[in-house]
């Protein structure tokens, strides 16, 4: 699928050159959008507004879903993912995030940097950061949870980092297996491998995950990988 530029990757490169050139923020917000093909950033707002990749992403997906969403670091993966949330919220469903790496004020903070805040959904969104989660705590969790909404867990090579959990080989099989028998959608933000190099491959692929343990990467159903403000999108297999 053709890449595209998520708006925050663009506006943090905007502030950046800004930065470097003594520029004025609204002249390299116009710089940025030239660069993308607009003629100014007010177009090219307006045109990521309508169709923004995580909108497009949220529009492919299906109830019983397993999808990867995987980048380096601060390359965005995070957002994409609760992007991928607001959208399932702005449908009408509910969204989770149980995170093991963010706390609550990083996640007020990610909202704020998508410029949306999460009171505007009320008790649609849940975040949980407990040291406990893992597979079998996510599904007590969800229990009530009904078919559609979007569950992101952050990330998949910490749930089993405690020596008490399962094998993650095997969370993975009963989260897909709850996710299809009850309708929801997951998104697991993954790490990708030291050794993915963006001088030899523009985009890491599912075979740059990271797998400090072995799991069957076929369990998840779609993909979506992010680099240097590009993203790819496709179905697993």
Request: charged content about 25%; proline content about 5%; overall charge positive.
């Amino acid at each position: 699928m053709k890449t595209t530029v998520p708006i925050y990757q663009l506006k943090r490169k905007a502030k950046l050159l800004a930065r470097q050139t003594s520029t004025p923020l609204h002249a390299a917000l116009d710089r940025i959008a030239v660069e993308q093909g607009y003629r100014s950033w007010s177009l090219l707002s307006a045109k990521h507004a309508e169709t923004s990749p995580a909108e497009i992403l949220y529009r492919s997906l299906k109830q019983g879903d397993m999808l990867l969403v995987g980048a380096r670091p601060r390359q965005g993966k995070t957002l994409m993912a609760l992007s991928l949330a607001i959208e399932a919220m702005k449908a009408g469903n509910s969204a989770f995030f149980f995170s093991l790496d963010y706390t609550p004020a990083d996640i007020l903070g990610r909202f704020r940097a998508l410029e949306v805040e999460p009171q505007r959904f009320g008790d649609q969104f849940s975040f949980d950061c407990s040291d406990a989660i893992n597979a079998g705590y996510m599904i007590e969790a969800l229990e009530t949870a009904a078919a559609g909404t979007l569950v992101v867990v952050d990330y998949l090579q910490l749930l089993d980092q405690r020596r008490e959990n399962p094998p993650l080989a095997d969370q993975v099989s009963t989260l897909e297996s709850f996710a299809r028998k009850r309708g929801l959608i997951i998104v697991f933000v993954t790490q990708i491998d030291r050794a993915y190099d963006e001088a030899t491959k523009p985009l890491p692929d599912i075979a740059d995950v990271r797998l400090p343990n072995p799991i069957d990467l076929s369990k998840f159903s779609r993909t979506c990988f992010l680099q240097s403000g590009s993203v790819a999108f496709r179905p697993n297999g």
